[in-house]
């Protein structure tokens, strides 16, 4: 099958974008596994900025994720924070990007995510026995990767200047749902 994306495809914003908005499913139909296999660590982080974006864009927490298989490289699962647009409390980045993949064994995949991860989903990225998480800020938020470390988790920090500015801007903006997204609305109560 021909696809739009190939070995000689130069790697760009535009297809780093696309790459990140169209349904995980429809991806062979986009990309080969040529181009799969040249996306750097920097080039899926990228993704998960866009998937951030794109939360932010409608309204959400700017938080996105990407998991890849290890040796093809190829994105088996992305989502982003739903948690206003789903009324949902735990629709965060990795949780969605898990539940995008599906029924995996996530052993031989990387979890790529645009901001450190909270100890719920640092649990759950353990309890599905990812052995690698890469972290695009801690600047913004950290704290986790300790413990994912502790659980025998690889984890390195590859942080990208537009997610940390994109998640200080939303924080500054958005201090009360900053707070809901990761205490609860319990939390944004004045007592």
């Known amino acids: 099958m021909e696809t739009l994306l190939d070995s000689r495809t130069e790697i ?3 297809a780093l974008a696309a790459i990140a908005h169209m349904p995980t499913a429809s991806l062979p139909v986009l990309m080969d596994e040529a181009f799969a296999q040249r996306l750097t660590d920097a080039d899926l982080m990228r993704i998960a ?10 309204g959400g927490c700017p938080i996105g994720a990407v998991i890849v298989d290890n040796a093809s490289r ?9 948690l206003v647009q789903e009324n949902h ?13 599906g029924r995996l064994d996530f052993s031989q995949t990387t979890l790529f995510t645009s901001l450190s991860p909270c100890e719920i989903c640092a649990t759950l990225l353990h309890m599905r026995g990812f052995s690698r998480v890469v972290v695009g800020d801690v600047t ?6 300790t413990l994912l470390r502790e659980k025998g988790i690889q984890v390195d920090i590859l942080e990208d200047t537009r997610g940390i500015d994109l998640y ?6 958005r201090p009360e749902l900053d707070l809901e997204d990761w205490k609860g609305v319990r939390a944004t109560r004045k007592p």
Do not use: C, M, W
Not at 49 to 58: I, M, N, P, R
Not at 140 to 145: C, I, K, Q, R, V
């Open 12 to 14: 760009t914003q535009a």
């Open 49 to 58: 900025v866009l998937l951030a974006q794109k939360s932010h864009d409608e």
């Open 74 to 82: 190829r994105i088996l699962g992305k989502g982003h924070n739903t």
């Open 89 to 101: 409390p735990y629709n965060h980045g990795e949780t969605s990007a898990i539940r995008d993949a």
């Open 140 to 145: 913004n938020a950290s704290g986790t990767e």
């Open 168 to 173: 200080a801007r939303f924080r500054a903006e």
